[in-house]
């Protein structure tokens, strides 16, 4: 075979390999905690559809729910070793990465869900989004779950109520702080071990949105739930910058407008669920819902205000004013 012979069969065998290569679906793992019928898991739903509609063969989305491949506490360096793409971890979870997001755990610092959306969505809460940056993660936007509750083995009627009982926390030095406002003893514990941790007795209490306590049964192992309405639990959607930054242009603009749509999904549902599954922890009759009276809330506010200036040097003032002023 002569040489020019033997370099074409060359180039088209290489062609044809890298032809091969781009023609693998890029695989997309979607790890997350919660149950199927939460926001948050019809949310990853929702996008699995729209990127199966729209790019076809392009991009197979896997999704693990429920904690399957990795817990909270451990999705973000999952995320950094390439062992999932795509994750939506509570806010709460970054502390490692950056101090900044502290400021949504902050008690009774938004007034309701829509002074929380604002907030996300104005310049100073975009900018968040991107604090994560220099540690190798991309924050692609905020995903909803609703506004918290209080739950116990005795009624939570005003904060001398929670002196000595031990609460499950997420991994947060605010909640932290919240809990010791008030004389409880805050212990942090993974998310999957709570219903367990409650039925035991091994906790007496716990804080979580009306979606996870319906979904996660909660409500069948407390005699109480206060509704409080004292803090966010929200999530951050996210990615590594490796794995974003190497996608086709084309394939990652599609992968953000379908994930748009698909928080927006989810945030809808997460509003409507609110709702409904407080009704149908209600109407369970499992547990007692407490409805604080205008005097009892305000009792919580005070003693868990004063957490804000612990935390308003790591946060920001100026953060923390602009967050301040989405209640209006």
């Not at 805050?186 to 007496?204: G, H, N």
């Not at 979606?211 to 004292?230: A, C, G, L, P, R």
Request: hydrophobic share 40%.
């Amino acid at each position: 075979m002569n040489k020019s012979v033997l370099a074409l069969a060359t180039a088209v065998a290489l062609s044809l390999c890298t032809l091969s290569a781009y023609a693998d679906p890029i695989k997309l793992k979607f790890s997350h905690v919660v149950a199927e019928n939460t926001p948050k898991g019809q949310m990853a739903t929702k996008f699995k559809a729209l990127v199966s509609e729209r790019l076809k063969d392009k991009v197979v989305v896997e999704i693990y729910p429920n904690g399957q491949l990795f817990g909270d506490n451990k999705v973000l360096e999952a995320l950094l070793l390439g062992d999932v793409h795509l994750a939506s971890p509570s806010l709460s979870k970054f502390k490692k990465y950056t101090k900044k997001l502290q400021i949504f755990d902050l008690p009774f610092l938004f007034n309701d869900m829509a002074a929380a959306e604002k907030f996300q969505q104005s310049k100073a809460g975009q900018s968040l989004l991107k604090t994560v940056e220099k540690k190798g993660l991309i924050g692609l936007g905020y995903m909803h779950n609703g506004m918290k509750q209080l739950s116990a083995s005795k009624a939570l009627h005003v904060p001398a109520d929670a002196e000595g009982l031990k609460f499950r926390i997420m991994s947060s030095d605010v909640l932290s702080a919240q809990f010791e406002a008030v004389g409880g003893t805050p212990l942090k514990k993974p998310y999957s071990e709570v219903f367990t941790l409650l039925q035991t007795k091994a906790i007496d209490g716990q804080e979580n949105t009306w979606s996870n306590i319906h979904s996660k049964k909660f409500y069948e192992v407390q005699n109480y739930i206060t509704s409080s309405d004292h803090g966010l639990l929200d999530y951050m959607v996210v990615t590594s910058a490796e794995f974003w930054n190497g996608l086709p242009d084309d394939v990652r603009t599609e992968l953000k407008k379908a994930l748009d749509e698909a928080i927006a999904h989810g945030n809808k549902v997460a509003a409507e669920k609110s709702k409904s599954d407080k009704q149908a922890i209600i109407d369970s009759k499992r547990t007692t819902v407490i409805e604080l009276s205008k005097e009892e809330r305000q009792q919580w506010v005070d003693k868990m205000k004063p957490v804000w200036k612990k935390f308003e040097g790591i946060v920001g003032k100026d953060m923390l004013d602009a967050a301040i002023a989405s209640n209006k």
